[in-house]
DNA sequence: TTTATTTCGGATATTTTTATCCTATTTATA
DNA sequence: TATAAATAGGATAAAAATATCCGAAATAAA
């Protein structure tokens, strides 16, 4: 469904957003045993989530990742995947056509339509917030 | 959401189908220009078709590609995409993660589990039939 | 039986995605 | 100011997906 930039990114976040509650800046290395991902990959995604200004760096010592408190509930699902594998997954053909839609739709585009509008719909409405806290009250997980 | 794979193994299977309605038997080369496709690459993903039963091919002058007439309505998406992207589909975590369940969720389970299972669903009750059936009456397209 | 046609399948090439390495730059602190 | 700790970013490598090539095998028809 998504990249594998683009899970990371999605964790990634994610951990940087609960320890930001807490007034602590993350480390790359941090995140990325956190996570369960490659440090050097990790480290390009966050640095593409960096320049789309979804998660702040700061360089040198003590420095780290961290997102603005206030913005976590603010920042949708959607930012990520966009930030990282652009919006293929919105304006995509389900059969790789050029173009479909209605007035030239592929063989499944009324079979997708639904379940795409959903999957977007799913995407712009969940915020870092709550996926942080459900991580923090222990009902879901980031590895394994 | 499919691989380029799969989406010319869907593609391909309708067109047949379709000939199939008419005792026709269509080659490689007809096939890879009605659906556009790499006609070397689309060989391999027929071959894996006709392996897995959901064609059939038969080599030789004035071979190629067919499908049983009274077997098109039985055959389901979901049998073509499990033939070619394995059912990782189904089973693959949103966010990668080795073990995803109730007991065990990734921070999107929940989110996704609807999406996916709808998808499931889709592929579940989607026949040749009708996908051939909506090309023959000109109301979607194989390819552009 | 020869020839033309067509799929099969192994080998190889290209492209994209994923991953790694190394040096430069920034910053806090001793 | 020197040092250690971090991220930035360019270059490169490895793996996976996509695509191509070519000879072998099968089959219909001349």
Redesign the interface.
């Given at each position: 469904?998504?990249s594998?930039a683009c899970?990371y990114g999605?964790?990634a976040s994610?951990f940087i957003a609960l320890n930001s509650y807490q007034e602590k800046r993350v480390s790359l290395k941090a995140i990325a045993k956190e996570i369960a991902s490659p440090e050097a990959f990790t480290a390009k995604i966050l640095q593409d989530l960096a320049r789309h200004n979804i998660i702040n760096s700061v360089k040198g010592a003590h420095g780290g990742f961290e997102i603005n408190k206030k913005q976590i509930s603010e920042i949708k699902?959607e930012q990520i995947v966009k930030a990282i594998d652009g919006d293929k997954i919105y304006n995509?053909c389900?059969?790789?056509?050029?173009?479909c839609d209605e007035n030239?739709?592929?063989?499944?585009?009324d079979?997708?339509k639904?379940?795409r509008n959903?999957?977007k719909i799913?995407l712009e409405t969940?915020n870092l917030e709550e996926?942080a806290l459900?991580?923090k009250a222990g009902?879901?997980?980031?590895?394994?």
């Open positions: 469904m998504f594998k899970e999605i964790k994610i699902l995509g389900g059969l790789g056509l050029h173009t030239h739709p592929c063989p499944v585009h079979k997708f639904d379940i959903d999957l799913m969940t996926l459900d991580i009902a879901s997980f980031l590895k394994i």
